[in-house]
């Protein structure tokens, strides 16, 4: 089987290519890429995809997603999640670890891997927890974990603590060439807040969160990192304390690396009025200065990736008291767009925003993605930029529908998502 993607514009920021070209797949690999590409020979297992005015990149990767299974179905499967992927233009996801059981253990690793490849749709690279039931206690065994084929380690969703197991977490995962992925924010500091704290919690009497719980453990982990010479990387990036940290110790040759989603650059509190609590999201979102400070350290690369943080919930995780509703959005489906409009409003390139949603992501998690070079896995996305849609979740093909974004109007879409040669996704 041969797919020729002819006339697209390619952006592949691993070769610094940015040229009208044609591409061509045999079976699972890229096999030529170049100008004017015609096969001789047998003609008969080639399919030719008209491409021009497209943008084709190497395959986008969400570093940063909920499945929800095991535990959670009702809200996301392994299946629903990867089509949704699909639908978003990702080829590749990572999936947090905290399903019911918390991915802390070799089967559950495995069991996520062999429903994944059962429903053969993105590729999927679990993230195993740092902590048994990432209570922060006791450590998870890291490299019965990374046999099993886990690709990082996190106990997102909540801060580890500890910080003498944190220690022992970076040393342990840069001995296994590993990331850990650090969800920043102290929890005695962000205790009983359901809001970032400011005069929008304040106006609808929310108990608030401050953004030192996020700046203090990120200045925490930057330290451990710096005295240990391991490497680790922070989530969601929420603030301007966060990004200023990050900026610094990068410049000091600290091996730091972030990422921010697409919510935390697109939203403020302000979303919170009426109590919706499809915005309420950990890290909360927060003012137009750190908003502002989080675009700023994406464009000069403080902030090397762009994920979606994914979180998939219920009416009956959602549709209850804001203090009481749970926290996250869904953004495999938004999360281009959205992301899209930071090209658009000049903050990023092109170029810069594909690095940041495939190059970066693979370069972050160590796995053989984010290239379209010859002999890579056939990992390609096609994107429509000029493409115009309304967010309409009913259209969406993950099992929950909390997004604030809903109604909003975007530009950009993924017009086919290209996994292992095959067409996952094509736009109707
Ligand atoms: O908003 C969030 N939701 N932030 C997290 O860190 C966890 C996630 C979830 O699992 O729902």
Redesign the pocket.
Known sequence: MRLLLRGGRIIDPSQQLDDQMDLLIEGRTIADLGKGLTRAGDESDLTILELEGKLVVPGLIDMHT?LREPGFEYKETVRTGSLAAAAGGFTSIAC?P?TDPVNDTRSVTEFILRKARQCGVVNVYPVAAVSKSSEGAVITEFADLRDAGAVAFSD??KSVMNSGLMRRALEYADALGMPVIS?CEDMDLAAGGAANEGVVATRLGLRGIPNIAEDLMVGRDIAIAEYTGTAVHI??VSTVGAVALIREAKRRGVRVTAEAAPHHFTLTDEALQDYDTRA????PLRTMGDVSAVREGLKDGTLDAVAS?H?P?STLEKDVEFDYA????IGLETSLALSLRLVEEGVLTLDQLVAKMSTNPAKILRIPKGTLRLGADADVTVMDLDEEWTVDVTRFQSRSKNTPFIGWRLRGKAFLTIVGGEIKYRAR
């Open positions: 909920h947090m905290n997102d969703g969800h989530a969601h309420k999201v950990s890290p943080d979180a919930h749970a926290n996250g959005m």
